[in-house]
């Protein structure tokens, strides 16, 4: 049983996802998982070291809890090695973020707000929220660039 065990969950590689794909990470990563890419479901995400933060943002009324997986979790995760990340929502929007943000700041890829799952009407099912109020430097155009809603790509440059 140990060794069915090791083949489907090696350690030192990604499980297969079994789910809708959540996310899909790609370029300049040391681990995948389907062909050249990483891709995680929602089972996954949440196994991740987590973070909740709560804070205010420019998209919702009043104080917001939001919880999911660290950004520098799932980095980690595909043992990610550039520089840059290019961030790219369903939208086709897509914003640069440095990954210095992601070591600096307990970035979220946020699931959940107020312990609700994101929908995709809610900005989901990934948004990546900065904690602004925690770190009031943050509170400019550039991060508020950076907070992609409805993520479903991050390419590793
Ligand atoms: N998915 C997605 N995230 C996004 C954007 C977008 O168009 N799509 N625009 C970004 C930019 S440039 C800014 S200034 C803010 C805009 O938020 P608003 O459209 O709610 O004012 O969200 C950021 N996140
Ligand atoms: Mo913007």
Redesign the pocket.
């Known amino acids: 049983m140990i060794y069915g065990i090791t083949l489907s969950m090696p350690a030192w590689g990604l499980e297969q996802p079994s789910g809708p794909i959540l996310l899909t990470v790609s370029g300049n990563i040391g681990k995948t998982n389907v062909g050249d890419t990483a891709q995680f479901d929602r089972a996954m995400l949440e196994s991740l070291t987590g973070g909740r933060t709560q804070t205010h943002t420019?998209?919702h009324d009043g104080l917001m809890t939001f919880e999911g997986p660290l950004g520098r979790a799932v980095l980690q995760a595909v043992d990610a090695r550039g520089d840059a990340l290019r961030v790219v929502?369903?939208?086709d929007?897509a914003?640069t973020i440095p990954v210095g943000d992601w070591q600096r700041y307990d970035v979220l890829l946020a699931l959940t707000a107020n312990g609700e799952p994101l929908r995709v009407r809610d900005y989901g099912p990934i948004f990546v929220i900065y904690p602004f109020d925690d770190h009031p430097e943050l509170k400019n155009?550039d991060i508020?660039?950076r907070?992609?809603?409805?993520?479903t790509r991050i390419e590793v440059q």
């Not at 907070?147 to 993520?151: E, G, H, I």
């Open positions: 420019p998209w929502a369903l939208n929007y914003a155009e508020v660039t907070s992609v809603w409805q993520v």
